[in-house]
């Protein structure tokens, strides 16, 4: 058989490559291996890949963190005909489970998958739903026969055996290894049995974890290892010396770690990637991030939450997700706990780095989170409230971190979600929670905090005559929102942050929908965010989203003293606009 391959490295195979010289030389000279050097949006070299003589291609290519537009859905659309043309009879391509496919079952588990592939990386995420639904939309038995595999996260294991299914079916584990990969593209080619299909394919668990009954996740460059198990298991055997019951533990003879000197902590240097990343993170995180939610829970976060990552690790990689983000948004000396602990701007690669991290991550942490809150219990419900609450956090801040700041609604609505997600974890696990050291993190706002003031303040009385012009139809939504609204600022600002799960999925649907007045309403949201100055992340979204709001309001004339004042609050000046 002759093969068009592109983005791989038996039978005789023509590549498209986009840099031969990263190929291996054993490879580039092999007497069956053709190299064609070009990329989907170069017109010769996809006349030269079509025209090679192969009769099966094949695609591994996957778009890279950081895409903008979609290259490779445009390169599918201008080379499949060709292939037609040229008589090629099987294609078979790479895609993700954000395609979905008719056949699914959209889980939680993907459904929180998808959400963060478009918060950490939309370009992506636009990309392989534009692939997917592009190829599904090739006739089914025509003249090439298609399928489109779709895989989860990637590892460099060993071959193992492969499970193709469809999302939801229960055997749709998260991890698979490249070499089973390509063993199952082979094999498919010649079977033929997902002819016209989009098959999800995931590797078996690791024989620890099927011989314990675990949901093995694959996961690699974990924090902490343990040796005797394997380096690609997400749930090794806790260690005895974490087994002991901790409410027995004792204060007894504690003593606390020392200050480092003040020379020492007065700049942050920039650390490599690897274990000493990891090093810095867990120091950051100890001194600096855990005091991210209130003054009165980082010593939980410090202590109380790290003893819990050492038996759940999706919560270890949930706080070093925040962590890196904490750095990457150059707001680590912003917290008064260590007013000194600050640093240099960094450099926009090196916040690249500290954000593709945070991406790693997260992207780890989520499907063996997904899985725990399926089986919510006394012994988990504290590390899922902590993870769900930091990976809120990671929400509301990641879209507003670095240069690339995606799409406008996606970054206003994200938060939506994930705050969805805290009170989920409340609601099944309110009463071991409440036993708990976050009993007090967990106490909501009563109906009448959030009543109507006797007396709203100038700032909301203005916004609610404003909102008197807009079509009836919308208007009770936004009067609601602004009653909420003004019960923030005239009772407690913290009240900003659970305002965005009480105000409504319908006020989320008008921002959805770019509805002016209900995008000014969240400009003022922003304002009190900024506000929380004991929360870095809140602070920084808050500036962030009313800047990115003006600029998209500025157009309302009639508006420009609210847009002023939202501005000066949050200490934006025109000039920053321009």
Not at 110 to 133: C, H, K, N, P, T
Not at 293 to 303: A, H, Y
Not at 382 to 387: E, I, N
């Amino acid at each position: 058989m002759h093969f068009l391959v592109l983005g791989a490295t038996g039978h005789r195979l023509s590549l498209l490559v986009r840099t031969p010289s990263n190929l291996p030389q054993k490879l580039v000279q092999h007497t069956d291996v053709e190299i064609i050097e070009g990329t989907l949006d170069e017109e010769t070299a996809l006349g030269t890949a079509a025209s090679c003589g192969a009769s099966i291609f094949v695609s591994f290519a996957g778009p890279p963190i950081g895409t903008k537009g979609t290259p490779l859905t445009l390169g599918y659309k201008a080379l499949v005909p060709s292939l037609v043309d040229q008589h090629f009879n099987r294609i078979i391509i790479l895609c993700t489970p954000s395609y979905h496919d008719p056949s699914d079952t959209i889980t939680f588990k993907w459904r929180l998958g998808a959400w963060f592939m478009r918060l950490f990386s939309d370009g992506q995420y636009r990309e392989m739903v534009g692939i997917g639904e592009y190829i599904a939309s090739l006739p089914v038995g025509g003249s090439v026969q298609w399928t489109l595999f779709r895989v989860g996260g990637l590892t460099n294991g060993e071959e193992a055996p492969v499970k193709a299914t469809f999302l939801g079916s229960g055997d749709d584990g998260t991890w698979i290894s490249r070499a089973s990969v390509a063993t199952w593209a082979l094999d498919e080619i010649t079977r033929e049995q997902w002819l016209g299909k989009a098959p999800y394919i995931s590797g078996p668990p690791c024989g620890h974890c099927a011989a314990r009954k675990a949901d093995c996740q694959y996961s690699t460059g974990r924090l902490f290892r343990y040796s005797e198990w394997s380096e690609q298991c997400q749930n090794p055997p806790i260690s005895s010396t974490y087994q002991k019951d901790q409410s027995t533990r004792s204060n007894e003879g504690r003593t606390d770690i020392p200050w480092v000197s003040e020379a020492s902590r007065s700049t942050l240097p920039i650390v490599p990637a690897g274990r000493m990343r990891e090093l810095q993170l867990m120091h950051v995180w100890s001194f600096k991030t855990c005091h991210s939610f209130s003054c009165n829970l980082g010593d939980v976060f410090r202590s109380f939450v790290v003893e819990q990552a050492f038996h759940h690790p999706f919560l270890m990689d949930s706080l070093l997700a925040l962590t890196s983000l904490h750095i990457a948004s150059g707001t680590i000396g912003s917290n008064n706990n260590d007013a000194n602990d600050s640093h240099a701007p960094l450099s926009s690669a090196t916040v690249s780095e500290y954000i593709n991290d945070a991406l790693r991550y997260q992207n780890s942490a989520v499907p063996a989170f997904c899985t725990a809150l399926e089986n919510i219990s006394a012994s988990n419900c504290h590390a899922l409230f902590a993870c769900s609450v930091i990976t809120m956090a990671c929400a509301v801040v990641a879209p507003f971190v670095g240069s690339s700041r995606g799409n406008m609604v996606e970054n206003l609505t994200s938060p939506f979600h994930f705050v969805k997600g805290i009170h989920s974890v409340i609601d099944k696990s309110r009463l071991w929670l409440a036993k708990g050291p976050f009993r007090f993190a967990i106490l909501a706002h009563s109906d009448d905090e959030w009543e109507s003031p006797l007396q709203e303040t100038e700032v909301i009385h203005k916004l609610r005559k404003l909102c008197s012009h807009v079509n009836p139809a919308i208007r009770n939504i936004l009067s609601r929102a602004i009653t909420l609204l003004g019960s923030c600022f005239v009772k407690d600002e913290t009240m900003a942050i659970p305002w965005i799960m009480v105000v409504g999925l319908d006020f989320v649907d008008l921002i959805q929908q770019e509805e002016p007045m209900a995008l000014l309403v969240y400009m003022y949201w922003g304002v009190l965010l900024s506000g929380l100055k004991d929360i870095w992340w809140a602070t920084l979204s808050g500036r962030r989203i009313v800047g990115d709001l003006a600029r998209e309001l500025a157009r309302m004339n009639e508006w420009t003293e609210a847009i002023q004042w939202s501005m000066e609050q949050v200490g934006i000046t025109k000039e920053e606009l321009a």
